[in-house]
């Protein structure tokens, strides 16, 4: 049975002010059929406690700040945890109802612990459904780790992503008065205790966050398809960067609205992969080009920059760049082999475009002789008669037409090896 949103509002008695229940009635009227406004707003995935499914699109909300595991704190201030995050998004991969996931972010990051987990839990299960990021707000710090673990992240023109870094703040309590601590450290651990009012303590500390932020910067690496060495700068070394900027840097993909995105997935034409949409990567130097290179970036996404060091190095690193997509576009698909050992070699243009047109003309004159060889064995074999010991004219016994093709492929092919030997 259909129930309207206000025969289920009418039919109940209300503690509310007068303005409050027009208003609330007003809304219901407009919304019609509670089956219809499920369908707008998206139902609860079973075994979840925030995810919505829309035309098969589940849509995972991660807001406020982030905590490791759900708890009372959680609860009253709209924290997000990543216990129940990667429990919601595995359940949304295992749903055979769901075809594609969004996670709807706006969150300033939160604690370190559980991000890389849940990082890679989404990294990986990209190769099961489609899985996109989408940012309204703010995508920062542990926020974005995981958020660039998409597949794809879209954002709002006012969205802020970044603060790629990590932060370690400590507190010394002082003793109350009449008080007096001491702590006792085993002597096998001097470095247990790091003594913060000296530089030695808090250098200890330094190489600790400085080691957690090397993981970050590596995954964020991995999972943005960016060089390593490229990202801290171009992510303004744990700055914030907005909408379009923050497309232009790698960190998101392109510009849209969650609601776009969702319409986009439920299509029935929508593929269970998409097409990824590769970030370009900016060179200054002939070396950064060739690092970039061997990294695997494909050269139609680099991009020299402008105003960078000298005139001359800039025309080089340009140079650079046409020789490489040169002699890319001379290889074609089926010679890309040569192509990465020419540019790795620093062959020119011109010696590559050589080199290809031998092998050509070595390939043509090697099919023109094979040819020539079979119809030769052909000819021979299906000639009906040939010439005995005396010269005398003899007939050749009678042979089928598939002994006489079965022959000929054979002596073909042993001719085809012995010559390409």
């Known amino acids: ?8 509002v009418a039919n109940h008695a209300w503690l509310i002010t007068g303005d409050a229940l027009d208003t609330l009635m007003a809304v ?6 509670i089956e219809a406004l499920e369908s707008r707003l998206g139902s609860r995935l079973d075994n979840t406690r925030a995810v919505t499914v829309r035309n098969g699109v589940a849509v ?3 807001t406020g700040p982030i905590f490791r595991y759900a708890n009372l704190l959680t609860a009253v201030s709209g924290a997000t945890s990543t216990q129940v995050l990667a429990t919601d998004l595995q359940a949304a991969l295992d749903d055979p109802s769901v075809k594609a996931i969004v996670l709807d972010i706006d969150s300033p990051g939160g604690e370190a612990t559980g991000i890389n987990e849940l990082g890679d839990l989404i990294y990986q299960g990209r190769s099961k459904k489609p899985i996109k990021a989408y940012v309204s707000g703010m995508a920062a710090s542990a926020a974005y780790w995981f958020a660039s673990s998409a597949e794809e992240v879209v954002v709002d023109d006012t969205a802020q ?8 703040s400590l507190r010394k309590r002082e003793d109350r008065p009449g008080e007096k601590s001491y702590e006792i450290v085993s002597s096998n651990a001097p470095n247990k205790r790091p ?14 966050t400085d080691e957690l932020a090397n993981v970050f910067l590596d995954k964020v690496s991995r999972n943005r398809n960016i060089p390593r ?5 171009r992510f303004r070394q744990g700055g914030i960067a907005t909408g379009a900027l923050a497309v232009q840097a790698g960190m998101a993909d392109r510009l849209g609205s969650l609601e776009s995105l969702i319409a986009e997935l439920g299509s029935p034409t929508t593929p269970n992969t998409t097409q990824k949409v590769f970030s370009m990567t900016t060179v200054s130097t002939t070396q950064e080009l060739q690092a970039a290179l061997q990294a695997g970036t494909n050269p139609r996404t680099i991009t020299v920059a402008n105003g960078s060091g000298s005139n001359t190095l800039l025309a080089a690193t340009q140079a650079e760049r046409t020789r490489c997509l040169e002699i890319y576009r001379l290889a074609g698909a089926k010679h890309q082999g040569a192509a990465a050992n020419a540019i790795r070699n620093g062959t020119s243009i011109e010696a590559f475009g050589h080199e290809l047109f031998q092998n050509f003309q070595s390939e043509a004159r ?3 002789e094979s040819d020539n060889a079979v119809a030769a064995i052909t000819k021979r074999w299906e000639g009906g008669a040939s010439n ?6 003899s007939p050749q016994p009678s042979r089928s037409a598939s002994d006489s093709q079965d022959a000929v492929s054979a002596i073909t092919q042993r001719w085809q090896s012995d010559k390409h030997a």
Do not use: C, F, I, K
């Open 28 to 33: 219901a009227d407009r919304q019609g059929d």
């Open 388 to 393: 005995d010991e005396s010269g005398n004219h």
């Open 161 to 168: 992503l970044g603060s790629v870094g990590v932060v370690l």
């Open 1 to 8: 049975m259909t129930h309207s949103s206000l025969s289920l």
């Open 60 to 62: 995972v909300p991660v």
């Open 195 to 208: 003594d913060l009012e000296t530089e030695a303590g808090r250098a200890q500390l330094q190489t600790r």
């Open 366 to 368: 090697n099919q023109a």
């Open 229 to 233: 060495n490229q990202v801290n700068d």
